[in-house]
């Protein structure tokens, strides 16, 4: 028998497991059990059609036994099983999604969230095991095998013996240590504790011979010890049950179990309907984006049950883009057991399910953000992102739906803020929603651009992701007021005699933005004098539509076309450089190009870009030390 390596992946995450500091190794039950439970779920569904099968929906269920002396845990199930490709690829590999990057490997406080990412189900087993037996056969399948491991090392497949389709996963239970005891897994009402924490909802009976100690048949007080097979969990899916039934704990564990989650949810929503549409809904906004949610991986969708029998894992039709980070089920009675996912597509009470679902999630993110800000700015945090793309890409479309869940920092202070508050707090004479983009906060914080505009005391919204001002184009306006850029040339805050002055000053100085301009060529549309400037010398505003941040991000994306925004350089009237600029106006035309230069690379600078020829700024800055 060979043995087989695991993908170097697996290995390290294995290693991780294994060694983790992690207290909940006892997740590792409850993490079989959700396992056998979708295996059955599969076979189940398949026993609907199949009557070869001979199993009736009673006839489904886990087993677990213990084994003290051979310090063995069973865990035994009559579901779907895994042919030998399956055993190959399932068991074998973890996170099928390629490469991983782990981070802070070496800290151990970090395993819990990389784990829990993860999903790693069957591995957990290894946090209390030093041999794992899985011993399966596939429903369609004449052979059954067994797969073997004693962790890292790696593991074995062979044919084996097994009669009835199912899996049978032996866990030979490790040592006691120091600091931790095993023995608690070999305990029958251990194992009965943590099936009731842990895997209460699971919708088929998990069994255990337990000992029982009950009345001698025929006396008062003499009682005797017997061995009788239990039922551990309650089994009613919790979706199924009254709201008032149930506690937050109640709903945070199933979560945890269902999901693979090692945290609480952000928020639950619990959807009982009668109507146009009748379904059970529980869903879930996670604390947590998954490893993969940011990436082509991620596939998103909600588990469908009809009247309690899964049909499907993953329905993505289910949910929008923009939602895409919730997970839950929903569990409907008007939907046809045996429906191929063509035709769900295109299923009226699906549609209907779907819109009803997406009213449901925004209100309760409407909720949070009223009630709950601290939790939803962490929600936005980590979601946001995804909500600005639904609102990019549905080219305005889903603006009404969504622009009330947006948060962005502003010029006001370190919270975020929704448009909303931005507008209530908009001064009388303001015409527009200011923002202003950049890589960080502070970064836009000390932008010249916005100088006057903070002087002035109107607020600037601070947009720090790429999406962000995009998304700002599709909507264009926000309760009629429109969205304007701290850098866009026409910002019109300046009372008319101020105008006045400024253009009499650039009509005075005419040629000598001209020669500037002249010798920064292509680069600029145009050099003048600014108003918006208070103490920095220079800065770049724009012309056009196109802003320098949407420069910046369109041509940092893949096949690029080199957009170009229209740059204006602006000087500072009031700031000594322009005394200089006007002296050398008098002296010497070829320096004042020198000078248009360094001070467009030192705006560009500023405005987060990078110098086009650093040597030549280089050398420009060493020619102006020693005076030449
Ligand atoms: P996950 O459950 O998150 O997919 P696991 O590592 O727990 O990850 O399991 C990997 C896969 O192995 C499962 O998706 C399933 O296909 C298969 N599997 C695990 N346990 C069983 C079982 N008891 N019966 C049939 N298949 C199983």
């Not at 009809?306 to 039709?317: F, N, P, Q, T």
């Not at 839950?328 to 008007?334: C, F, K, M």
Request: aromatic share 10%; glycine share 4%; net charge negative.
């Amino acid at each position: 028998m060979s043995k087989k390596e695991f993908k170097a992946e697996s290995k390290r995450l294995l290693e991780m497991m294994i060694h983790s500091i992690y207290t909940h190794k006892e997740i590792f039950l409850r993490e079989l059990i959700s396992n056998a439970s979708d295996a059955i779920d599969k076979l189940y569904f398949k026993s609907l059609t199949d009557t070869s099968i001979g199993l009736g929906k009673d006839d489904f269920c886990i087993n677990i036994s213990v084994d003290k002396e051979n310090r063995t845990l069973t865990i035994t199930d009559n579901g779907i099983g895994m042919t030998r490709d399956e055993l190959e690829n399932n068991l074998g590999t973890i996170a099928k999604s390629g490469s991983l990057a782990f981070k802070n490997e070496n800290q151990l406080s970090e395993d819990v969230s990389i784990i829990g990412q993860f999903g790693v189900g069957f591995y957990s087993a290894f946090m209390v095991a030093k041999k794992v037996v899985v011993t399966t056969k596939a429903y369609g399948s004449d052979i059954a095998y067994k797969w073997e491991s004693e962790g890292v090392d790696g593991y074995s497949i062979e044919e084996a013996n097994r009669d009835s389709i199912g899996t049978e996963i032996v866990l030979y239970i490790m040592e006691n240590t120091e600091d931790d005891s095993y023995d608690k897994y070999l305990e029958p009402y251990q194992i009965q504790n943590l099936v009731k924490k842990y895997s209460d909802y699971i919708r088929f009976p998990i069994k255990m011979e337990m000992e029982t100690s009950r009345l001698k048949e025929g006396t008062e007080d003499e009682y005797e010890t017997v061995v009788e097979s239990k039922n551990l969990n309650s089994m009613i899916p919790i979706w199924r049950k009254n709201k008032n039934e149930l506690t937050d704990e109640d709903y945070n564990k199933f979560y945890q179990e269902k999901f693979h989650d090692f945290e609480d949810p952000a928020k639950y929503m619990h959807v009982k309907t009668e109507g146009t549409a009748t379904y059970n809904a529980l869903l879930f906004i996670p604390s947590r984006a998954p490893y993969d949610y940011y990436s082509k991986e991620y596939e998103k969708g909600l588990q469908l049950y009809s009247s309690g029998v899964l049909i499907m894992e993953k329905c993505a039709d289910l949910l929008p883009d923009y939602f895409s980070f919730v997970k839950g089920l929903v569990d409907s009675e008007d939907l046809s057991l045996n429906i191929s996912r063509e035709l769900l597509q295109h299923d009226r009470q699906l549609k209907i399910i779907a819109k009803n679902l997406e009213k449901t999630i925004k209100n309760n993110l409407l909720k949070m953000q009223k009630d709950e800000r601290d939790k939803y700015n962490d929600f936005f945090k980590t979601f946001g992102l995804q909500i600005k793309f639904g609102i990019y890409s549905s080219y305005g479309a889903n603006n009404e739906l969504l622009q009330d869940l947006l948060m962005f920092n502003t010029s006001f202070g370190e919270k975020p803020s929704t448009l909303d508050e931005y507008v209530s707090r908009m001064k009388e004479e303001q015409k527009f929603i200011y923002y202003a983009a950049g890589s960080s906060v502070s970064r836009i914080d000390s932008l010249p651009q916005i100088e006057l505009l903070k002087d002035k005391g109107f607020e600037v919204l601070y947009l720090t992701d790429d999406v962000d001002e995009f998304a700002l184009k599709m909507l264009m306006k926000f309760k009629d007021k429109e969205f304007k850029s701290a850098s866009s040339d026409d910002l019109d805050l300046e009372t008319k005699e101020e105008k006045e002055q400024i253009e009499k000053q650039n009509e005075e100085n005419k040629d000598l933005f001209a020669i500037m301009k002249d010798g920064l060529g292509e680069k600029v549309v145009e050099v003048r004098l600014s108003q918006r400037l208070k103490s920095h010398p220079v800065c770049l505003t724009n012309g056009g539509e196109i802003s320098m941040e949407m420069e910046k991000v369109l041509n940092s994306m893949p096949n690029n076309q080199k957009v170009k925004s229209e740059k204006i350089l602006e000087i500072n009237a009031e700031h000594p450089v322009f005394e200089s600029l006007k002296k050398l106006y008098g002296e010497d035309k070829e320096k004042l190009k020198k000078y248009a230069e360094i001070l467009y690379t030192q705006a560009l600078l500023i405005e987060g870009f990078s110098v086009e020829d650093p040597v030549k700024f280089s050398n420009m800055i060493c020619d102006l030390m020693v005076g030449k």
